[in-house]
Every structure is written in structure tokens, then in C-alpha cells.
Nanobody
Framework: QVQLVESGGGLVQTGGSLRLSCAASGRTFSTYFMGWFRQAPGKERDFVATIKWLGGSTYYGDSVKGRFTISRDNAKNTVYLQMNSLNPEDTAVYYC?????????????????WGQGTQVTVSS
């Protein structure tokens, strides 16, 4: 099992920035990718970004490219999501997820482990 705990959500004005953190514990050696997804009320859970633990390759959803940056600190078993130029459409619960398969995936079904989520609210 892998346990994930997110932190760093909150309320920010349009154009502002936030940094989310996700601390992983447990069988982290079985994790190949760590990702972020988000879900707004009444909508599906959408892919935001993912990073490969070994090598650090990154992938982003189209709506956040150029604004969000995913990074990791292997020594701390922690993944970060730096979010800049936020707008009200970014308002959602953000979830950290871990994938125990070597190949890349941007689908929620491809991730076996999930955190509890952290709320991000962007005011206009």
C-alpha cells in the first residue's frame, strides 16, 4: 500500500499562485508515476500533471500547460504542483495519485492510490 497526503490548498485571487505538496509513504518503491488530478463540482476527475519518479519525465493536461509545474523530491518522497496564473476555472478539489505501472497514463483509472484531496478556490 501507498499512502498519500496532500497539503497546500486554499483560497487565492485570479492571477495568483499556490503550491501543492503530496507526501508519499508505505511501499513507495512500487510507484513509477505520481500525478495530480482535479475535480470540480458536477464534473469528472480531470488529469492535471504526472511525473515519473525515475528520470523525472513530466506530462501535463492541455489546460494547465505553461502555468503549472510538477516536480518531485525523491529523498522526501514528495511531489509538488506549482500553480501560477490561476483563474476561476482552476477551482476544484486537487487529488494526488500514484501509479504502480511503468507506462504513462493520464486516466484516473490508471492510478491505484489516492490522497484525500485538497480544495483550491480561485476568486474572480
Amino acid at each position: 500500500q501507498v499512502q498519500l497526503v496532500e497539503s497546500g490548498g486554499g483560497l487565492v485571487q485570479t492571477g495568483g499562485s499556490l503550491r501543492l505538496s503530496c507526501a508519499a509513504s508505505g511501499r513507495t518503491f512500487s510507484t513509477y508515476f505520481m500525478g495530480w488530478f482535479r475535480q470540480a463540482p458536477g464534473k469528472e476527475r480531470d488529469f492535471v500533471a504526472t511525473i515519473k519518479w525515475l528520470g523525472g519525465s513530466t506530462y501535463y493536461g492541455d489546460s494547465v500547460k505553461g502555468r503549472f509545474t510538477i516536480s518531485r523530491d525523491n529523498a522526501k518522497n514528495t511531489v509538488y504542483l506549482q500553480m501560477n496564473s490561476l483563474n476561476p476555472e482552476d477551482t476544484a478539489v486537487y487529488y494526488c495519485a500514484a501509479r504502480a505501472t511503468f507506462s504513462y497514463s493520464d486516466s484516473p483509472s490508471g492510478y491505484a492510490y489516492w490522497g484525500q484531496g485538497t480544495q483550491v478556490t480561485v476568486s474572480s
